[in-house]
């Protein structure tokens, strides 16, 4: 028998968060994209899944354009591989800018002047930040918002015209897609739900449709084809009245038993293990003990699994402090194992860390 946490274990296994595995540029292409929307924060999300967390892992991975941080699947900032940036983009873009339209609409009779004021500017000086390219623009007597800016350049990397740049001293540039995806890898529609699927199952699995559904901000119907057309590289059973799929590969025994190392993890909600879905998120609450409400907290710990308190991450001068709202009273083996990741998650960042629970 399959229970959630038989499935949040599962996931654990599929995304690596149990025996992590590998460099950065491994964990970005074994997962697909990873939310990027907070790069601090999301650094750790890649990091925590990796065999040695380094900091200058995913730091050289996106200065070398090895991995791109850009607007794809949802309109937000995803790490990807640079050998899935184009298809991707392609595939889950159109969607996406239908559902921000009408914020483009202030400046869409000026976008074709736009977009070429912004590739002349890269092409002539690239890795520039926001706020270089949104005063490049006011030179040029564009009278934008900032807002527009962050509008225009994102619908931009969803066009496939820019994406990240190297990095300055950690902050976000911007430059020319042709730039830093110079072999781009195109699919025709199918092969690419096809692939799609697959692989998106594989690394977040066991999932339901609808829950790519949501990760990808594709219909149903597409989904569905891309799960017909994956085929016997996708496997499914049913449990508490939903279909759920996994690569063929996976036994469903495979993640039933004890936990795997490490147990406990400090995460942001943004993290995959979260907003990887939709449908079926919550069986990381087996118990029912977290309120459905309106999210308040913006990180998790999670143990075995299980979110058992809402986090929030407050870095000093003098370390990092990992403030726990538990959902219920924690066991002594939860609090050793939310203490070792506290650990793991401070000599990241180089940071004496400190646990507090309210």
Known sequence: MTSDRDLARWRLRSQLLSAPAGDAEHVVGTLLAVQAENPSQSAWAVATRTAATDPADLAGALAEARVVRTHVLRSTWHYV????????????????????????????????????????????????????????LADRRFDLTGHDVMILLAYLEMQTVI???APRDGEHTYALFADRVRSPRRLERDEALAELATRYFSSHGPATERDLAYWATLTLGDVRRGIAAAGDRLASFEHDGRRFLHAASDAPDAASGASAEPAAHLLQ??????????????????????????????GMAVVDGQLLAGMKRTVTAKGVTFALHPHRPFLATEVEAIEAAAARYGAFLGLEPRVAIA
Do not use: N
């Open 81 to 136: 591989h640079a050998d899935d940036a184009q298809w991707l983009i392609e595939l889950t873009a159109p969607r996406v800018l239908a559902a921000i339209d009408s914020q483009v609409q202030p400046f869409a009779e000026r976008i074709t002047e736009l977009t070429d004021a912004v590739v002349e500017t890269l092409g002539k000086a690239p890795d520039r930040t926001r706020p270089e390219l949104a005063a490049s």
């Open 163 to 165: 994406c990240s740049g």
């Open 269 to 298: 909600l943004l993290d995959e293990m979260y907003r990887g879905y939709q449908d079926s998120r919550w069986v990381i609450d087996r118990e029912g003990i977290v309120p459905r409400a309106r999210e308040a907290a913006i």
